[in-house]
C-alpha cells in the first residue's frame, strides 16, 4: 500500500506516518515545513524503516503526482497563531491545496481522507456538536480563514465525490495534543506546559469559563486509520474526547502534573473564540468502533515529558545554557 501523507512532519502527521510505516505502508510525507519539523519524522529517515519512507518538501497549493492508493490529507496549519499569520495563504493551503489533492485522488484511483475540524461548527449553538449540525461560523471574522478553508475543503470533497466518483472520507477533528506539537505553536495544552516548566505564569484567555475536549494524538491516529479503511463513506466523522473542561481546569491540571509554582495570568479573549466545544461521538463509535482511551492525566503526563526532554539544559545557577527553544509565539 502506498500512503501519501500532506502535512507528514507535523504533530498528528508525524505520528501517522509512524503508524503507518509500522502498519508495513510505503509512506511518501509531502510537507513544505510551515509549521513542521524535518527532525519530527527522522526517525523514519534511518535505520530499518528508511527504505519505506519519502520525504518530500512540497508546497500542496502546487500541484503534485505520484502513484498512490490513499491520501492522508493534513497539511494546513492548525493552531490559531499560524493560521491567523498570513490568512491568505491558509485559505490557498485549504482551498487550492485541497483541490490539488483531490485531483491527484481523481487521476489515481486513490481514496482521500480529509482531516476537517470542530472549528466548521463555529460558536455552536448545539451542544455536544453532531455531524448533521451545521455550525455558527463567522464567515469574516479572525477565524474565517480557517474556517472557512475547512468548510470548503468539504464542500469539494463532497463535490469529487458525487461528480468525479473520487472515494473520500471525512474527519472532523477536535483539539488533539501530544509530543510533537512545535513548542511555540500557541495552542493551550503546548503554552500551558510550557510556560509552566519554565516557571512563567500561564496564559489564560478571557476568564478561563469557555470548554474544550482534549483528545490524545493516539487515540486520534487510531481514528484515522480507522477511517481510512472503510469500505463505504459513512459522511463526516466527529474525532475527539468528550470528556469537556474549562480551560481554568486545563491550567490547574497542567499546574498539578508538572509540579509548578507558576501563577496564572489573565489575558483579553481573541474575537471569536469559541466558548464551548464537545464532540457527539456516536457515529464514531458506530461506523468505527472508536473511543479514545487515553485518560487526560495520563495524556498530559507524556506531553510533559516530551516537553521536558527538549528543555534546554541548565547550569546550577538555573541559567539556560542554551537556546534551543525561543520564546513562545504566544505567552
Ligand atoms: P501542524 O501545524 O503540526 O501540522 C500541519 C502540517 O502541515 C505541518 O507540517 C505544516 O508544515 C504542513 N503544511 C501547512 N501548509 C502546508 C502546505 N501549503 N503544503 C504542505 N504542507 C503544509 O498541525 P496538526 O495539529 O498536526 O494538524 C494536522 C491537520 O489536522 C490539519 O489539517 C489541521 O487542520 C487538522 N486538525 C488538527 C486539530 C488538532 O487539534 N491538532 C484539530 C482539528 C483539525
Ligand atoms: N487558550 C488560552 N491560553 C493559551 C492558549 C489558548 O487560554 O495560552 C485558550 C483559547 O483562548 C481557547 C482554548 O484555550 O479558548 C483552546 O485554544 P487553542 O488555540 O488550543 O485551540 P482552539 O480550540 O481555540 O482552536
Not at 491550567?251 to 466558548?275: C, F, N, W
Not at 510533559?304 to 534551543?324: D, K, V
Request: a neutral charge; proline letters at 5%.
Amino acid at each position: 500500500m502506498r500512503s501519501l501523507v500532506t502535512g507528514g512532519a507535523g504533530f498528528l502527521g508525524s505520528h501517522l506516518c509512524s503508524r503507518l510505516i509500522e502498519d508495513g505502508h510505503h509512506v511518501i510525507c509531502l510537507d513544505n515545513f510551515y509549521t513542521g519539523r524535518p527532525e519530527n519524522v527522522r526517525h523514519l529517515l534511518e535505520g530499518p524503516y528508511a527504505r519505506n519512507f519519502e520525504l518530500v518538501r512540497h508546497d500542496v497549493v502546487e500541484q503534485y503526482y505520484s502513484e498512490v492508493d490513499q491520501i492522508f490529507h493534513l497539511a494546513c496549519p492548525a493552531s490559531p497563531v499560524h493560521y491567523q499569520r498570513n490568512p491568505v495563504r491558509t485559505l490557498k493551503t485549504a482551498v487550492i491545496g485541497t483541490m490539488n489533492m483531490l485531483e491527484l485522488a481523481h487521476q489515481t484511483g486513490a481514496r482521500l481522507l480529509l482531516t476537517s475540524t470542530s472549528e466548521i461548527y463555529g460558536e455552536p449553538e448545539v451542544h455536544p456538536q453532531r455531524e448533521d449540525y451545521w455550525g455558527h461560523a463567522n464567515p469574516i471574522g479572525k477565524r474565517s480563514c480557517y474556517d472557512e478553508g475547512k468548510r470548503c475543503g468539504e464542500a469539494l470533497a463532497v463535490a469529487y465525490a458525487g461528480h468525479h466518483g473520487v472515494s473520500v472520507r471525512i474527519v472532523r477533528i477536535f483539539n488533539t495534543y501530544g509530543p510533537r506539537m512545535h513548542e511555540e505553536d500557541g495552542r493551550v495544552v503546548s503554552n500551558f506546559i510550557n510556560q509552566a516548566l519554565r516557571g512563567r505564569a500561564l496564559t489564560i484567555y478571557g476568564d478561563g469559563s469557555q470548554t474544550r475536549s482534549l483528545c490524545y494524538q493516539t487515540d486520534l491516529i487510531e481514528g484515522l486509520v480507522r477511517m481510512m479503511a472503510l469500505g463505504s463513506d459513512p459522511g463526516p466523522v466527529n474525532l475527539g474526547n468528550p470528556t469537556e473542561m474549562t480551560v481554568q481546569a486545563i491550567a490547574e491540571l497542567v499546574l498539578e502534573l508538572t509540579g509548578s509554582t507558576s501563577g496564572i495570568e489573565y489575558r483579553p479573549l481573541p474575537s471569536d473564540d469559541p466558548t464551548r466545544r464537545r464532540p457527539d461521538i456516536t457515529r464514531a463509535r458506530h461506523v468505527l468502533g472508536w473511543e479514545p482511551v487515553v485518560s487526560l492525566e495520563a495524556g498530559i503526563a507524556e506531553t510533559i515529558e516530551y516537553y521536558r526532554s527538549r528543555l534546554p539544559a541548565r547550569t546550577s545557577n538555573g541559567q539556560h545554557t542554551t537556546t534551543r527553544t525561543k520564546t513562545l509565539a504566544v505567552g
